[in-house]
């Protein structure tokens, strides 16, 4: 039976990372730009003070606990694109991102901790829930649903249709048969005259 690894605190100069993830930052009619997904970690200083950092933006978020200072630091890297893109031409603020995502000393410390955090979440069998790709899946779903509503609406509206045509053809016989009626009627009724 293979026995599970112990795992260790990773800590970085600011403290023991305690979270990883992933973000995006969404386009919008404010932001127009498709960035792709941002690393981070959640890091504790103390019992009440927590840190997440963007590794790739080199940007901060505070709070007292993880989440706030995961929502800070999001909050905060949104900011910063969205002013990095409208202070700067196309071509400076692209440049300005190729900088931030080129490694130092600073992000391959945080890197290499990122790569240790997932290493330990293999080892204790866990997983990142990806949101992006469960939205992704999600979508592809809803496409896949739609598109088979839409094959359902072509059917509905051929049913529609052929019924349309076989009510017609249903009023025609019927009026035809009245027609019969009404002629067998009148020989019928010519027949018994001509008896009488």
Same mark, same amino acid.
């Given at each position: 039976m293979e026995e599970k690894a112990i795992c260790k605190p990773i800590m970085v100069s600011r403290g023991e990372v305690v979270g990883i993830g992933k973000f995006k930052i969404p386009k919008t009619d404010d932001f127009n730009y498709d960035i792709q997904l941002l690393s981070f970690l959640s890091i504790?200083?103390?019992?009440?003070?927590?840190?997440?950092?963007?590794i790739h933006l080199h940007i901060d978020g505070y709070?007292?606990? %993880?989440? =706030?200072?995961?929502?800070?630091?999001?909050?905060?890297?949104?900011?910063? *694109?969205?002013?990095?893109? /409208?202070? &700067?031409?196309a071509e400076d603020a692209w440049d300005n991102l190729r900088d931030l995502f080129k490694s130092d000393d600073?992000?391959?410390e945080l890197w290499t901790a990122y790569h240790e955090f997932q290493i330990q979440l293999s080892i204790q069998g866990?997983?990142?829930?990806?949101p992006v790709a469960e939205l992704f899946f999600h979508?592809?779903?809803?496409?896949?649903?739609?598109? %088979?509503? =839409?094959?359902?609406?072509?059917?509905l509206e051929k049913a529609r249709?052929? *019924?349309?045509?076989?009510? /017609?053809? &249903?009023?025609?016989?019927i009026e035809?048969?009245?027609?019969?009626w009404l002629i067998a009627n009148l020989i019928s009724k010519m027949r018994l005259e001509w008896v009488v």
């Open positions: 504790r200083e103390s019992d009440n003070s927590f840190i997440s950092t963007c709070g007292k606990t %993880e989440e =706030e200072a995961d929502k800070n630091m999001m909050k905060n890297a949104s900011f910063f *694109l969205s002013q990095n893109f /409208s202070k &700067l031409s600073w992000s391959n866990k997983h990142i829930a990806d979508f592809s779903q809803l496409v896949k649903r739609e598109k %088979e509503l =839409e094959n359902l609406a072509d059917d249709r052929e *019924l349309e045509s076989r009510e /017609s053809q &249903l009023e025609d016989r035809m048969m009245g027609k019969v």
